[in-house]
């Protein structure tokens, strides 16, 4: 069941912040109030952008404590969850669509000592995750197509977020139900409303005004939602 004491996570995504200004982009959402940063990882082949790597990953983590959530949309994630972890990354996603089996996944990124998150894009159908949901610490429900930030959160993923939600009760897990993708503070009371916990916020937290302001406006919409929420 929902509960409005759960914790519930702001992830601003650098993907949508001015490169050039990393640093900048980093410390405007620690002091504004976010829970964690969210870093896209893209390959060029599982999704057709190419981002950054390690490298950059260290470099945010050099200059701040909050957890980072490295979300890997790469085709084979096994060659490269020891890179990620070294240079930092406290939580690993990686997507079930990979071409890795899932399970060797898992266990490598639990060996490498990080948290453990699993992905589906909004057509991949929530089976098939359900199988890893005892060895996970995050689910996360893309809510656009993997790729780029900036587009339309896609409506028909809730119920994926709903079911997630409530089978990780049921079982007795407190892994995470994230939302990825179009959040903003309209689409975000939705998604705290069918049970996610953690948002990940691009181009509501970067792409205009202040940074602290956005992620207090995200703040008052996942509230709001999580209290909503039907039991
Ligand atoms: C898309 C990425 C998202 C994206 C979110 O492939 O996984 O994390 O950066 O950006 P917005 O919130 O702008 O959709
Ligand atoms: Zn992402």
Redesign the pocket.
Known sequence: MSSPSRRLWLAP?L??ADFASLGEAVHAAEKGGADAL?L?VMDGHF?PNISFGPALVGAVRAITKLPLDI?L?ISRPLRHVEAFRKAGGDTLVFHVESEDPPLEVVRAIRASGASVGAAIRPDTGIDAVRPLFPQLDEVLV?S?H??????KFIPEVLPKVRTARDELDRSGSTALVSV????TPSTAVDAARAGATFF?????VYNSGDVADNLARLRAAVESGARDGVP
């Open positions: 995504s993907l949508s969210h896209d999704v979300h949309m893309m656009v993997p790729g780029f930030s900036g587009q990825d993708g179009g959040v990940v916020c691009g181009n509501s």
